[in-house]
């Protein structure tokens, strides 16, 4: 039988604001372990929660990023459960009157763009850390993490593949990274991902049996996961036998997912609205202020550097896949409007070398002007393309401008005719085999004397000046 | 509504509690009472009340988005029953 492949995801993300989302501590990553608590967070009696302005404005951006419907009244509540990474015994979450709903992105398939609805963006709170000791029968908690502003991100179940739902994943995570609300790191938890996944026979309907998977930690274990899980489900079905609706962990070591052994009791949570937060009521001057501050999203500004500086899509998308990258990009072709050559050396050598430093493009040391400097002194002759590369070089490891490293080094390229007169006739004065063998046919020394000339002026002289000359001294006499 | 000693018995797992079956039956006549109680306010007509999710009030309490001083490891590990190092420690927690 033909199945159908339906996912949905949950993602969750930490939000960059400076702290907790209902108390003042430091959001920190990697700080001492309950380093960073205070009453509130530790959930000590009498202790109140107050709502970080900051986190309500973050989280609005993703949801308009996303052409949600941001909710007038926002609601917080109470999710009731015990676990020892939750101090107050419930978390403080948002249930029927969500921050924003109804929105989607646009995710590039094979053929063309596909809709990916968004059910509801929420704000809640992040849980703390618990560390397993295998040894002692023992869990260590560490409540640094407890606080931190989060917002889910729930799909519809509209993604019909393992790579759409990477896709989709990539393209959230991107959104987020450009908006600068979340710094995306995938290893330190700050963007994670549950997977909801079915099979239905094709052309049904109604939704199959689902599970939902837990652990996965990077886009790569996204996919693997929910190939394996994908598999799975097909063979259970295809034996007549039944997909058991549970939560199943993936393990990346031996390459599936295992279900997590629940104690048979259905997960009730108790959600009430939380009597120690005042409601939310986002009004339009809010949201339109919001909405002003919004920079442009990736994907229409891929398209503009493709329709504006007619770049290829390739390019666009690599220059666009960082918010600074584009922005220095940008820079640079404002200053010397040579789109093409700009995307080249951007794309090559700086990128190469901001990446060997691990280093972002808002902290390069060849600033945008003197990039489009150099590129201008390409073009009118005065540095060659090859000298241009160690200049390059040397402007990333001091910071100066182009016309000061070529003066120190004496790198400007030798455009004076006569100079090179002088030296094409040195160069065939000492190769007179050569120049014999070229006057008698062998038409491929030509390059020979290039070089000969190249390696005598230390590969200062301008090539192209030194073909129309060369050419005119070897038909000359 | 009439809650049972079954409904007792479930909320009681929910909130981790032990109770005996006496206690069970106790437990289910006295909640029903407050039910009873309670439920009086369903005689009330509340056709065009809008929901309120709190009752004071008052909406949009914010707090900017600054750092405080946190309470250090020491004084956050105090009211522990059991802890090693700088963290809590609890009983394994089994998946």
Redo the contacts between chains.
């Keep these: 039988m033909d199945f159908e492949t339906v996912i949905g995801l949950e993602v969750h993300a930490q939000l960059l604001?400076?702290?907790k989302i209902f108390?003042?501590?430091?959001t920190a990553f990697g700080r001492?372990?309950?380093?960073?608590?205070?009453?509130v967070c530790?959930a000590?009696p009498g202790a109140l929660p107050?709502?970080?302005?900051?986190?309500?404005e973050f989280a609005m951006k993703m949801a308009l990023a996303t052409g949600c419907r941001i909710n007038e009244?926002n609601?917080f509540a109470r999710k009731?459960y015990?676990?020892?990474d939750l101090p107050k015994g419930y978390q403080i979450s948002q249930d029927t009157?969500p921050l924003a709903e109804g929105g989607h992105i646009l995710i590039e398939v094979q053929d063309g763009n596909t809709k990916i609805g968004i059910e509801r963006i929420h704000m809640e709170e992040d849980a703390g850390k618990?560390?397993?000791?295998e040894a002692?029968?023992?869990?260590?908690?560490?409540?640094n993490r407890a606080g931190v502003p989060l917002i889910e991100i729930v799909s519809k179940p509209d993604l019909r593949s393992p790579a759409a739902a990477v896709h989709y994943l990539k393209s959230l995570h991107e959104i987020l990274v450009y908006l600068e609300i979340c710094d995306g790191n995938m290893e330190e938890g700050s963007f994670r991902c549950d997977a909801n996944v079915s099979l239905r026979p094709r052309g049904q309907s109604t939704l199959g049996r689902r599970t939902e998977l837990k652990n996965l930690n990077s886009f790569r274990h996204v996919q693997r996961a929910l190939e394996y899980e994908v598999t799975r489900q097909r063979r259970l079905l295809e034996k007549g036998l039944e997909v058991e609706q549970e939560t199943r962990?993936w393990d990346e070591a031996q390459g599936m997912t295992m279900s997590?052994?629940s104690k048979g009791?259905a997960r009730?949570y108790?959600y009430f609205?939380e009597?120690d937060?005042?409601?939310?009521?986002i009004d339009e001057a809010w949201v339109a202020k919001v909405r002003a501050d919004l920079p442009e999203l990736p994907q229409a500004r891929r398209e503009r550097f493709v329709s504006a500086y007619g770049i290829p899509a390739y390019d666009a998308g690599v220059l666009t896949s960082d918010r600074r990258l584009a922005d220095y990009y940008e820079d640079v072709v404002r200053l010397c409007d040579r789109p093409k050559i700009a995307a080249n050396w951007v794309m090559g050598d700086v990128m190469r070398l901001l990446n060997e430093d691990r280093r972002g493009a808002h902290d390069c040391p060849v600033m945008p002007e003197s990039l489009a400097e150099m590129i201008l002194l390409i073009e009118e002759g005065v540095v060659s393309g090859k000298m241009a590369k160690e200049i390059i070089e040397q402007m990333y490891r001091t910071g100066r401008p182009p016309a000061q490293i070529i003066a120190e080094k004496g790198m400007v390229q030798i455009t004076d005719e006569g100079e090179l007169d002088a030296t094409i006739a040195a160069v065939l004065e000492a190769n007179p085999r050569q120049l014999a063998e070229y006057r008698g046919g062998r038409d491929k020394l030509f390059g020979y004397f290039v070089g000969q000339v190249m390696k005598l002026t230390g590969g200062k002289a301008n090539p192209k000046l030194v073909n129309d000359l060369l050419k005119k001294a070897l038909h000359h006499d | 509504m009439k809650l049972s000693a079954m409904d007792v018995e479930y909320a009681a797992g929910l909130a981790r509690l032990e109770i005996t079956d006496q206690e069970k039956e106790i437990f289910a006549r006295q909640l029903n009472e407050v039910l009873l109680y309670i439920g009086s306010l369903n005689e009330l007509d509340t056709q065009g009340v809008v929901p309120a999710a709190h009752p004071g009030g008052l909406t949009n309490v914010f707090r900017e988005d600054e750092v405080r001083e946190s309470l250090n490891t020491q004084e956050a590990l105090t009211n522990a029953p059991d802890t090693r190092g700088d963290f809590f420690r609890v009983p394994k927690i089994i998946d």
């Design positions: 604001t400076c702290t108390c003042g501590c430091s001492p372990p309950n380093s960073l608590t205070c009453p530790l000590l107050v709502l970080n302005r900051k986190a309500v009244q609601v009731n015990f676990y020892p009157l618990l560390i397993h000791d002692n029968r023992a869990s260590y908690v560490d409540l962990l997590m052994r009791e009730d108790r609205p009597p937060l005042v409601p939310v009521v």
